[in-house]
Each structure stands twice: as C-alpha cells, then as structure tokens.
C-alpha cells in the first residue's frame, strides 16, 4: 500500500469513527448540562467547597468562580512542584525551579501544557497524577463550562442567569471526562501503553553509558491529556514515545479522542438552543477548516524535492516511521487546530509550509473543532462577527438565533479577537528584540524566528506544542510564557461571559424574510470566509518573515 493511500484510509476511518459518536455523545452532553437531578457523589464533593450548586449565577458572579478556581489551582500546583523534593514518589527528583514551577502551573491549569522541561526527567508520581493529570481533568472541565454558558445566553431571554459554574465543572469532570478516559485508558493499555508506579530502572549500556526508563500512571494520563485537549506528555517525546503512543491503531485513536468531545459540542449547542440546525452549520464550518488544513498538510509533507524524499516517500525528518507520513499529518492538524498539543513528531522537522500550516491552525484561534469547550465559544464569537458583517452589507440591524448584535454585545466580540494577536506579536516583538534570545533559538533566519513566534502562537492560544528548536527553559521564556497562557486563557473568558450575559438579558426577536438564515451553507461559506480573512489580515506580515519565507526558499 502506498503511503498516500495509507493516510488518506487513515483519515477515512477516523471520519467515519467521529461520525458514528457525534450524536449519542452530543446528545448525551446536552442532557448532561440541561438536568436537576445532582448524582450522589457530586454531591458529596458541592458539600465539600461549599457551592450550593441549585444557586443560578449571573456573569460577574460565573466568572468570579472561574477565576477563583483558577487561581487556587494554579497556588497548588505550583506549591505541589516547589515541595516535590520532600514528597513520597518524587522518584528522587529534586523541587521544581521557582520560573519553571509557575510556567507549568499556569500552563496546565490555563489547559496550555506546554512544557519547557522533560518529564521524565523531572517529575514524581505525585506532581504527575495528582497534579498535572488533576487539572487535565478540570481546566478542561472549565473550557466546556464557560461554552455551556455562552450557548445558556443563546437559549435564555429575559434574565441574566447563565447557570452554575460549579454545578457545570462537577458534572462535565464526573459525567463527562472520567468515564470516557477509563474507556479510554484501558483501550490504551490493550495496545501497549504503561500504567504502573513503577521507579526509575536501567534497560541497558548504550555506548558507554546506561539507559533508564520511568514507570508511571501513563495511560490514564495520556487519556485525559487527548480527550480534554490538554497535550502533555508524561515523557518528553510526547506522543512519539512508545510508552505513550505504542502502535498506527493507538495513534488513530488518540486523534480521535482529541476531536470527539469538541465536534460532538456541536450537537450539544444545537440541542440547547431548540435548532440542530444551527449546530450542523457550525460543524460544516469546523469540517470545511480541518477537512482542508489536513490535505494541504498532506499535500505538503509527501511532496517529493529529490531523490531521498523518493526513497523515503516524502518529508521523513522528524517522524515517526511506525505513523509514517500521512498518521503524522493527520496528528499535527489535530492537535493545532484543537489547543491540544500533543505531538507525534517534530514540527520543526516539518516542510516550510507544513510548520506554517500548524501555525495558522492556532492562529485561527483553535476553533475547526477547537479545544474541549473553547473552541465552540471561539466558533460562536467568530459566527457573531460573521452575521454583523452580513448586517453590515445589507444595511440591517445584524440578529443571531434571536438575539440583536447590537453594539455592546459586538464590542465584547471584537475585544475577544483582539486579545490573543496582541499577546502573540507583542511578546514575540520584544522576545526577538532581545539578545539573550538568540541563545535560546537553535536555528537562524526565517526558522529561527517561526521557533519563537510558535512558541508564543502556542502559549496565547493555549495549545502547548513547540517547534522543538527553542530552549524555552530560561527565566525569560518561562514567565513571558506562563503570563501569555494566563491571559490568553481568562481574558477572552471575561468577554464570553459578559456576552453571555447580554444576550441571556434580551428578549427573542422574531423571524422575518429579512433575517439571514445561519443554519444554511450560505451563512457556512461567510464564517469560513470572515475566518481566514480575520486571521490572514493579522498574522500574514508575521507568517510572511517566518514560514513562509521559509518555504519558497526550499
């Protein structure tokens, strides 16, 4: 079978699979987050932190606990790494840097991971699952909350409530996370993947040197870090480590987990807001963007430039031969286009194009399907831009499921876009304006700053991947990282919510023969189109000193 042909049966399989869940599982979330009935041991844990989880909240008051959580969480992990040394199953690894243990923090409770340090080379059994793998669970537990809010402001008129934040990140973790990771983790560990508490053991004399292995809680940890679109690796290869990611068949299944919860959310919103309709067009939207990031990739990667690319049957550099070309593509567009992070390879090995490719999926703001409830809430704001520019055309007063797009709720959309180019290129700005940055990059030229500007790409918009060039482990890097994930995380959190808000104040307008219909592919096209042009128009003069450059040179 040619490699090709591989990919694209590859693709073919995984399109089927996120097919045949996307309705019982969305179906399954809209009832999740639409009942009054409270399981016995979600109550156990309202009991616990106090909530009164039956309390309907207004904005302001969500978004209190949003940020409270947060920032509890994000105290915790930090102490837990800055004590590692002096707990039980720190695998005798010393406490974490005082720079690096806030980058991690902020990292994993802003749902980024990114990680500037190798893990197992660093991290205990402690830090590892009752820290890290703990807020894989709730920070994405947080993103399908904040979505589930803005999509209550769709369905709701006349009152401000957008429910109850603790009530929605208790039963999107219990409901939702843990039961599909259990699922998740055993199919992984029938095809190989580790999960013991095993400690650090020798596996050989290499070269004059020996080699070691950690055990670890591995494939509960890889489970939640696809399925909540967390990334993170236990070991530093991520994904490409056999302990992780064991053979083609667990490489398709952790895309899979990657992509099901946000298309699924797709159907959950249709079914909240009275029209599945307007899901589907929301979904042909985020099929339409992956469908085609994944066959420029592809395209890309197998395109032959002489005699080893031949032989090896495209781009092999940084690959993994057990994935080949076309599971690698396949992974990349998936973990960009969605705030996961994770790789399988290394994209600084990737072409020209295919480094820019990955780029410009984060740089769309992650929303084709996007990260477990972030990406949704992106695609909405991205659907309100596109109806009040519809409205702009044709000079009508722009409506969407309802509700007016009047100034203040166009505002909050337009502060939301703004948020994360200006931390990219601002941060990237001044990282490059410095000497001491130039230590840290691996290469020169255009390659060398596409390093950097995907680093920060990936810190603002929450992904974590890197380009694998750059030694970010550096007191610069580390906290400029760390603060471009926070506010990339909970600035735009501000303006969904306060749009939420707005919109769950207003009272339904009725439908005329004036109104543009957004469940038809007309309406489909515009987002597509008002998608490509947002980002293009603010990122091309910085693609264009970076990968593109890049690949008209080779």
Known sequence: MSPVLSGVLQFAALAVALG??????????????????HLRVEKWIYKAVGANPSTQMRWPAYLRGVLAFSAVSVLFLYLLQRLQGHLPGSLGFVSIPADQAFNTAASFVSNTNWQSYSGEQAMGHVVQTGGL??????SASVGIAVAVALVRGFARSRTGELGNFWSDLVRGTVRILLPISVIGALVLVACGAIQNFAGIHE?????????????GAVASQEAIKELGTNGGGYFNANSAHPFENPNGFSNLFEIFLILVIPFALTRTFGKMVGSVKQGYAILATMVTIWVGFT????????????????IAGGAMEGKETRFGIGGTSIFAVATTLT??????????????FGGGITMLGMQLGEIAPGGTGSG???????????????????GRTPEYLGKKIGTREIKFAACYILITPALVLGFTAV????PSTRDSMTNSGAHGFSEVLYAYTSGANNNGSAFAGLNANTEWFNTSIGLAMLLGRFLPMVFVLALAGSLAEQKPIPETAGTLRTNKPLFTGL?????????????????ALGPLAEGLAS
């Not at 290499?206 to 055990?215: E, I, K, P």
């Open 20 to 37: 045949l869940s996307y309705r019982p599982l969305g179906d399954y979330m809209a009832r999740v987050y639409s009942s009054d009935k």
């Open 133 to 138: 793998a703990v807020q894989n669970f709730v």
């Open 203 to 215: 596996v050989g004399q290499f070269m004059g040197g020996s080699q070691q292995w950690n055990g």
């Open 295 to 310: 066959a420029l990739m592809m395209w890309t990667e197998f395109a032959h430039h002489g005699p080893a690319f031949d």
């Open 339 to 352: 705030s996961t992070g994770a790789v399988d390879g290394f994209h600084s090995s990737l072409t020209g």
């Open 376 to 394: 949704l809430y992106g695609m909405l704001i991205m659907a309100i831009i596109a109806v009040f520019l519809a409205g702009l055309m044709v």
């Open 431 to 434: 990282a490059m304006a410095m």
């Open 527 to 543: 987002l597509v189109g008002t998608i490509l042009i947002v980002t293009g128009l603010t990122y091309f003069p910085a693609l």
